[in-house]
């Protein structure tokens, strides 16, 4: 896999990660503060929830990147053990604060908007349950990968974790489907929406503009551990 | 030799990933009573749950159902899900979206009679989203509002 | 119940985790790379 292979040395990556971190993440901001005001704003209330709807366009998208940058966590962790890419050890590590803050406020958002809605603020139902577990594992994973790393090991341990974690996501995905639950089942396939059309535009900006952003921290972060790693690889140098 | 130690890697990786599947396979099926939020009418039809046992039942609020008792804060109505129903009394607030033609999801135990006295209500609404002028007739009818 | 209330807190929640996930990040990376680009001129 040559292509991957450029991509494996941190200066390359560093050429192109520079001038694209600011442009992912203004666009991504743009975007999505433009749904959020649409969201607040431009739409209608619906007609058995009210103006609790507008929770959807924040929650949805916290939940896409909540187990979203799991994915990218099994992903990158998965290459790590196989092909060994220095660089997808460093993704997966750089994904995981920010995967674990979104999971974090679709599980906020969520309780928010069901007390108004179902009348409590949790409840032990099948998606909440495994959406919560999710966040635990992201915690897990953190410590771990700093364990790891603190004690020189090589990643690997962190990267089985990764991968194993991933088996969460399509148990989030299907609670709804396989159990009896309080949340309510999927609003949006691939092809189709039970969200009338009216109130689903606003979703597709903050969608598209969480991701974004999300992509600019996570470069961000990738950047900084970089130049860490160049600044301690220096002074062990200059301590020989 | 570099190319040996990647096959044996993506193999273990490979085996990893079986076996961690394998074993979230196997705890999904033992949990999979355990893990329903409420049993729904036709769950319990031939298989009633015994009186006096805190469970959840959840279906949908029948149209016409809701009374209120003479006290003025019993109510009294009907859960279906197409299947079966089953009659349920509570006593105290309801949430705002609990109405007719809408879910709901009542806690509580059965009397031995078959009927359920719920002691706590949640309302349960569906995937669909849609503006007040096109949810038609649905909802005009008795809010407890 | 006042639904506007869970509305606006809602937001702001959001706007508050993700910016105060982009300022930690941004804060960390500049750091990072000014100790990094210190070091280049030490030799």
């Not at chain 1, 897990?140 to 020189?152: C, E, F, Q, S, T």
């Not at chain 1, 092809?191 to 999300?214: A, E, H, N, V």
């Not at chain 2, 990933?17 to 999904?28: I, N, R």
């Amino acid at each position: 896999m040559p292509a991957l292979h450029a991509f494996a040395n941190p200066a390359r990556f560093l050429k192109i990660a520079r001038p694209l971190t600011p442009v992912l993440f203004w666009a991504g901001a743009a975007l999505a503060l433009f749904g959020a005001y649409s969201g607040l704003v431009l739409t209608p209330p619906d007609y058995l929830q009210k103006e609790t709807v507008r929770i959807l366009y924040i929650h949805v998208p916290s939940a896409w990147l909540g187990m979203g940058a799991w994915s990218g966590i099994a992903i990158s962790s998965l290459m790590y053990l196989v092909w060994r890419h220095p660089l997808s050890n460093l993704a997966a590590r750089a994904i995981a604060p920010a995967g674990a803050v979104f999971a974090a406020l679709c599980l906020i958002t969520g309780s928010i908007w069901g007390r108004p809605t179902w009348g409590t603020w949790w409840e032990w139902d099948g998606r909440l349950t495994s959406m919560l577990l999710l966040f635990f594992v992201y915690i897990a994973y953190i410590a771990l990968a700093r364990a790891d790393a603190d004690r020189g090991g090589d990643g690997r341990v962190p990267a089985l974790f990764g991968v194993a974690g991933s088996v969460l996501l399509p148990i989030i995905r299907y609670s709804v489907v396989w159990w009896n639950t309080l949340h309510q089942g999927q609003s949006i396939g691939l092809t189709s929406s039970t969200i009338d059309r009216s109130m689903i535009w606003p979703l597709f900006f903050t969608l598209g503009g969480f991701t974004l952003f999300f992509g600019g921290i996570v470069l961000m972060r990738m950047r900084a551990m970089l130049a860490a790693q160049k600044v301690e690889a220096r002074m062990r140098r200059m301590a020989q | 030799m570099a190319m040996k130690a990647k096959h044996q890697r993506l193999v273990l990786a490979a085996l990893a990933l079986v076996a961690v599947l394998g074993a979230a396979g196997l705890a999904l099926s033992a949990l999979k009573d355990q893990a329903a939020f409420f049993y729904a009418p036709g769950d319990l039809v031939g298989k009633p749950v015994p009186a006096d046992k805190h469970v959840r039942l959840g279906g949908m609020v029948q149209k016409g159902s809701i009374q209120r008792e003479a006290d003025g804060v019993s109510i009294r109505f009907v859960v279906e899900d197409g299947v079966s129903t089953v009659p349920v009394t509570f006593r105290g607030v309801t949430p705002d979206l609990f109405k007719e033609d809408s879910g709901v999801v009542a806690e509580g135990r059965f009397a031995p009679d078959g009927s359920f006295i719920a002691d706590n209500l949640l309302a349960k609404h569906d995937e669909r989203y849609m503006p007040p002028q096109l949810s038609g007739n649905q909802h005009i009818t008795q809010s407890l509002e | 119940m006042n639904h506007w209330a869970f509305v606006i807190a809602a937001y702001a929640v959001v706007l508050i985790g993700a910016g105060g996930l982009a300022v930690a990040s941004y804060l960390a990376m500049r750091k990072a790379e000014a100790a990094a680009d210190a070091m280049k001129g030490k030799k």
